[in-house]
Every structure is written in structure tokens, then in C-alpha cells.
């Protein structure tokens, strides 16, 4: 029986995509942070970790453990992340530093502990991106920088785990139906005070932080159309699933910089001088 591990099952994408594997026959390994949804995920039968992404030694225990009960690990799908919304200048170092830890470092974190399963079983690892590290919008800059980084460090760890046989795939999702929107709505009203140089522009804030809920693909959908990518033969290097995965990086490519920066401008709000 394969064997996949998937960070962030609590719900949305992580949770669909690990009923999707599990009825596909793969034995999987479903992480989440809080015990109520590790409590949940084990109820439903998956092999149920209590992870935060960013603990090393976590990380290295669980490597451990896969190592033992199985030797090697056929799937890794990194997809354990947030949305930080808001302002760039309101959020600062600070929000960046936990947007880049969580959507970014954790990445090379939980690739690099489970390195030794992945060569043995020369496995596939998957970076759930973002259409958002291709078209960059504003009140989300540091999500958006978050998703290229996670389009470039797939790109470079492509090409350094391939002598061990290990493949990289990079996922990049249009809306999807989850509780991404919610979340990153919450992340961006504690930033949204009158204090702000942008609080006359809240409104603009709350509908980036919404955007993501813009006629959602469901995400059992996706989960089915990226656990098809997962099992070809030569799983391609970059798959992009859901309503605007096609379209927005297409307006990126195509309009000019300038008309594009206006368009988003007058869409969440940033027309007009303060």
C-alpha cells in the first residue's frame, strides 16, 4: 500500500485531499496542528499526527517514525498554510517573518526531516503554491511573496532532489472552496484599525481577504484532479486547478504592467488619494 503524508487535514484542501487518497488506497498520514482535529482526522481513519510544521524536532520525530513503520514515503504534499491580509506597511516584519515561517520555511523544513523516506522511496513531493505568487494583488503582498517563494524553491528543489529519485511537483490553485477566506478575513481585521493610514480603504481589505471565495471549485473537486496528476506515470512539474488557475496567470502574462496595476487598483479600492 503507497504511502502519502499531507500537512494541514484540518479542513479545505488538506482534508479532501486526504479522503481522496485514503479511497484511492494509499495509507495516509494526515497532520494538524490543534488535538480536536487530530482527534477528528484518526475518527476517520487516517494515521492522525499533532504537527506544527515549524517544529524541528516534531519534524524529526515523525521522520523517524515513518521511517520505521514503513522505510519509505511515496507522497509528500506540503500544503499546511495561511493567508496574511492587509497592508504591507501595517503588518510590517513581523507579519511577513510568520507568513514566510508557516507558508515558506516549513516547506524545506518538513522536505529536508523527511528526506531519508523520500529518497528510499523515491517519492513525489507536492507544493500546494498559489495563482497568487503570479499575479500579485494588493492587501495581500505578503501572501503573494509567500507563493513565489514557494514557486522558486520548487523550481530549485526540482532539480537538486532529482539524483536521488525523488520528483517535485508545484501546485498552483485558483478559488477554491475552503475556509481559506475566513481565515484570512480574521488575519486582516486585526490589522484593520483607525489608526491605519489605509483604514478608509477597509472596505478594499475585506474584499481581497474574500477574493479567494469568488465562485470556488469545491474541494473534493480539486483533491480528484490533483490525485490524477499524482499518479501518472511522469507527474508534470506544475498543475494549476480551480476557478481563475488558468486565467489570472494569463492576464499576468499578457496585459501590461501598468493597466494590470490599474485594474487591481480600481477593483479593491486604491483609486483615490488620501
Known amino acids: 500500500?503507497?504511502?502519502?503524508?499531507?500537512?494541514?487535514?484540518?479542513?479545505?484542501?488538506?482534508?479532501?485531499?486526504?479522503?481522496?487518497?485514503?479511497?484511492?488506497?494509499?495509507?495516509?498520514?494526515?497532520?494538524?496542528?490543534?488535538?480536536?482535529?487530530?482527534?477528528?482526522l484518526n475518527a476517520a481513519g487516517f494515521?492522525?499526527?499533532?504537527?506544527?510544521?515549524?517544529?524541528?524536532?516534531?519534524l524529526a520525530q515523525l521522520g523517524e517514525r515513518i521511517s520505521q513503520e514503513h522505510g519509505g514515503l511515496d507522497v509528500l504534499i506540503n500544503n499546511a498554510g495561511y493567508g496574511a491580509m492587509g497592508p504591507l506597511l501595517d503588518g510590517g516584519v513581523p507579519a511577513m517573518q510568520r507568513q514566510f515561517e508557516t507558508n515558506v520555511f516549513s516547506i524545506v523544513g518538513v522536505t529536508r526531516a523527511?528526506?531519508?523516506?523520500?529518497?528510499?522511496?523515491?517519492?513525489l513531493v507536492v507544493n500546494i503554491g498559489s495563482v497568487s505568487g503570479v499575479l500579485v494583488t494588493p492587501f495581500a503582498g505578503a501572501y503573494c511573496a509567500s507563493k513565489a517563494a514557494v514557486h522558486a524553491l520548487t523550481d530549485a528543489l526540482r532539480m537538486e532532489l532529482a539524483p536521488f529519485g525523488i520528483r517535485v511537483?508545484?501546485?498552483?490553485?485558483?478559488?477554491?472552496?475552503?475556509?481559506?477566506?475566513?481565515?484570512?478575513?480574521?488575519?486582516?481585521?486585526?490589522?484593520?484599525?483607525?489608526?491605519?493610514?489605509?483604514?478608509?480603504?477597509?472596505e478594499g481589505i475585506r474584499a481581497r481577504a474574500k477574493a479567494s471565495q469568488d465562485k470556488p471549485?469545491?474541494?473534493a473537486e480539486f483533491a480528484a484532479d490533483l490525485l490524477?496528476?499524482?499518479?501518472?506515470?511522469?507527474?508534470?512539474?506544475?498543475?494549476?486547478?480551480?476557478?481563475?488557475?488558468?486565467?489570472?496567470p494569463l492576464l499576468a502574462a499578457l496585459?501590461?504592467?501598468?493597466l494590470l496595476e490599474s485594474v487591481l487598483m480600481r477593483r479593491f479600492g486604491l483609486q483615490r488619494q488620501l
Open 169 to 202: 511537483m508545484e501546485v498552483q490553485p485558483g478559488a477554491i472552496q475552503s475556509s481559506f477566506a475566513k481565515n484570512a478575513g480574521h488575519e486582516a481585521e486585526q490589522l484593520i484599525n483607525d489608526q491605519s493610514p489605509w483604514f478608509p480603504l477597509r
Open 217 to 219: 471549485t469545491p474541494a
Open 255 to 258: 496585459l501590461p504592467k501598468g
Open 114 to 123: 523527511l528526506f531519508p523516506v523520500l529518497r528510499r522511496g523515491k517519492g
Open 47 to 58: 494515521t492522525a499526527v499533532q504537527l506544527d510544521v515549524n517544529d524541528g524536532a516534531a
Open 228 to 248: 490524477k496528476a499524482v499518479q501518472q506515470s511522469n507527474p508534470p512539474r506544475l498543475i494549476r486547478i480551480g476557478n481563475g488557475s488558468r486565467a489570472l
Open 1 to 40: 500500500m503507497p504511502v502519502a503524508l499531507i500537512t494541514g487535514c484540518s479542513s479545505g484542501i488538506g482534508r479532501a485531499l486526504a479522503d481522496a487518497f485514503k479511497t484511492a488506497g494509499y495509507e495516509v498520514w494526515a497532520s494538524a496542528r490543534k488535538a480536536d482535529d487530530v482527534a477528528a
